[in-house]
């Protein structure tokens, strides 16, 4: 009889493990030195023929053992991986992950508990407690009683913002109660609409937002028209270009009609705990509910998301109840309640490497390393606006930079980003902005240098006019 697999827990699961990462580390490695740059060259038919190379039979007669399939899936994979910690690759809000955040998924997932129930994570729930007030008291310094969600994201987090709006707004559901409208600039993040729509609320209503952020004198006469209960919708940092809302602005318009806010800080949250850049926050503390996203500023693997609020009793209208994770009476026993923690059930402790990161680097840490993508992202903005072959729209709000060759058309842009993606060469990503196609470059590596800024340019420059 063949012998069993080993598992991953218990006393004998380091010793079954180690081999196992060597393995694991040894294709990474190998995988890295196969792409050669920031992403796989040849475009997705040829990334996809190389995986359905390497992988054959998806699920053979007779297994090849572990280190085998570890060793060759892991090393395609790698090869075929758009990896964020190279320095070319700038498209999106994708984070290379801190190699102490790594490891604390590696812990999270050898453990395995699901945040469901306290009898499957008496630790690791009583760690998620202490992390989550302390992130949310930075954001609502004053709040009676901070807390926080951990979510798979801004997009988790946008969603139940607003469904915590729907019920507030509704406490003894009645078939005539009424539904809160979302108002939101049109540059706000597609989940919130989208929430809307799967939520069943009414038609959200959309701001144009030509200077790119939301405008209060706007708000002001949309909010004025408005009958009934409305959640507005704010924005720090957006996903084209980083721009942050007039928070402080946009609450007082709030206040005056009586509506609710809530600020999409999935990007630009982090800036809370930068003393050069915690200013651009001014006001967040006065929204209802706060979308803060660490596996973007954060340096966090996925998912790492939060929706945070100054009183823990606005998560109220989440709770649920089912015996066999929260009986009414080992709830009144003491054991902790954590079904009403999130929209869904089985839940990893992605805290515990948020925890691990908080730990190891400390306050100052983190808003270094804010601080220095912030600066890098500048000088990247810098060199290109004093080259004659490139234009800027505008200085970085954060870390994103939106630029386009001197003289070059909307599809010629586009057309340029396609060939830089199938080259493997470069990752850049594609904004409009004042009614222009722009590239985008979104710095999130502490780690890029001048020098990588100028060969990111020179290569730019040589790929413009081929």
Known sequence: MPALPPLAGGAAGPAALRPLVDTVLTALE????????????????????????????????????????????????????ADPAEPYCLAHLHTPPLALAAAADLAASALNPSLDSWDQAPAASALEALVTRALAAELFPAGPAPDALVTTGGTESNQLALLLARERARPHPHPRAPTPRLVHGANAHHSLPHAAWLLGMPEPLEIPTPTGTLDPDALDRALAAEAGPVLVAATAGTTDAGLVDPLDAIADVCAHHRAELHVDAAY???????????????????????????????????????????????????????????A???????????????????????????????????????????????????????????????????????????????????????????????????????????????????????????????????????????
């Open 30 to 81: 190998a995988g890295a030195r196969d792409r050669g740059g920031p992403l796989p060259p040849g475009g997705p038919e040829r990334v996809a023929r190389d995986l359905a190379d390497a992988l054959g039979d998806v699920l053979p007669a007779r297994g090849t053992g572990a280190e085998e399939a570890l060793a060759a899936l892991t090393r395609v994979v790698a090869a075929g991986s």
């Open 268 to 326: 630009g949250g982090l800036l809370a705990l930068s003393p050069r850049h915690r200013d651009r926050l001014a006001g967040l503390h006065r929204a209802t509910t706060v979308t803060l996203d660490l596996h973007k500023l954060g340096w966090q693997p996925v998912a790492a998301g939060l929706l945070a609020v100054p009183d823990t009793t606005l998560l109220a209208p989440l709770a649920q109840q089912a015996d066999y994770l929260n």
């Open 328 to 466: 009414a009476d080992d709830t009144d026993a003491g054991l902790p309640d954590l079904l009403g923690r999130s929209l869904r059930t089985t839940r990893r402790p992605d805290v515990l490497k948020i925890a691990v990161t908080l730990r190891a680097l400390g306050r100052d840490g983190l808003a270094e390393l804010t601080d220095r993508v912030c600066a890098t992202a500048h000088a990247l903005a810098a060199l290109l606006d004093a080259h004659p072959r490139f234009e800027v729209h505008a200085a970085p709000a954060i870390s994103t930079v939106l630029f386009r060759p001197t003289g070059a058309g909307d599809d010629d842009l586009a057309a340029l980003r396609r060939r830089l993606l199938t080259d493997g060469t470069a990752v850049l990503g594609r904004a409009t902005a004042a009614g222009r196609r722009w590239l985008k470059a979104t710095v999130l590596n502490p780690h890029t240098t001048t020098k990588d800024l100028e060969a990111l340019v020179a290569l730019l420059e040589g790929s413009t006019h081929r």
